[in-house]
Every structure is written in structure tokens, then in C-alpha cells.
Nanobody
Framework: QVQLVESGGGSVQAGGSLRLSCAAS????????MGWFRQAPGKEREGVAC???????SSADSVKGRFTASLDNAKNTLYLQMNSLEPEDTAVYYC????????????????????WGQGTQVTVSS
């Protein structure tokens, strides 16, 4: 059974940085696409970034140049490095993994992912 566990969330002031981690059990990183999504209070869940089995990434325009998704296959961990954080980035962040999709990923395509973590809260104050 696949389990994804996010960590690294917290509270930070605008302009600060955080690095989210996603550790998986029962899952082989680099075989399929993985991604990050977020949901702010009162809003729908939205895609943030994804990384496919070849290491190619796709990210939302709102985070380009600030957020970077990466994989450490040796540690079986997915990361989201978040720099220059803004209050609008406040949300619960979710890690997602695909158990079947090997193609190029697009950050907004939640249908690619059939495994989800429980989420970690990120709060950015102005």
C-alpha cells in the first residue's frame, strides 16, 4: 500500500523560504509522475508543480521562478523548494504520486495522480 507523508510546512514571513518534503512507502520514485497541489481556504485545489519520470518539470505561472520541484531517488523523497513566499501562497500543500502515468506531466492535471498525502500547512504572513 502506497503512503505519502508531507513535512516541512510552517509559518513564515513574506519573502521567506520553506522546503516541503514528501516521503513515500510502497512506491518507487522516478518510475512515474509526481506532483504538488495546494488548497487555500475557500478555494479549490490547484496544481503547483509536477515532475515526470525523466525529471522534466511543469509549474504554475504563479510560482515560476520561485518554486522548484525535485526528486532525490536515493532518499525516495520529493521536494518543493519555495522561495520568495507571498501571503497568496498560504494553503495546505499536498504531495501526489501516479501509479501508472509515464508521460510528460502538466502541473494542473490532477487526474494523473491516484495517491495523495494528507497535506502540510504553509502560512505566509505579510
Amino acid at each position: 500500500q502506497v503512503q505519502l507523508v508531507e513535512s516541512g510546512g510552517g509559518s513564515v514571513q513574506a519573502g521567506g523560504s520553506l522546503r516541503l518534503s514528501c516521503a513515500a512507502s510502497g512506491y518507487t520514485y522516478s518510475s512515474y509522475s509526481m506532483g504538488w497541489f495546494r488548497q487555500a481556504p475557500g478555494k479549490e485545489r490547484e496544481g503547483v508543480a509536477c515532475i515526470d519520470s525523466r525529471g522534466t518539470t511543469s509549474s504554475a505561472d504563479s510560482v515560476k521562478g520561485r518554486f522548484t520541484a525535485s526528486l532525490d531517488n536515493a532518499k525516495n523523497t520529493l521536494y518543493l523548494q519555495m522561495n520568495s513566499l507571498e501571503p497568496e501562497d498560504t494553503a495546505v500543500y499536498y504531495c501526489a504520486a501516479s501509479g501508472y502515468y509515464r508521460g510528460n506531466c502538466y502541473y494542473a492535471d490532477s487526474w494523473l495522480f491516484n495517491f495523495w498525502g494528507q497535506g502540510t500547512q504553509v502560512t505566509v504572513s505579510s
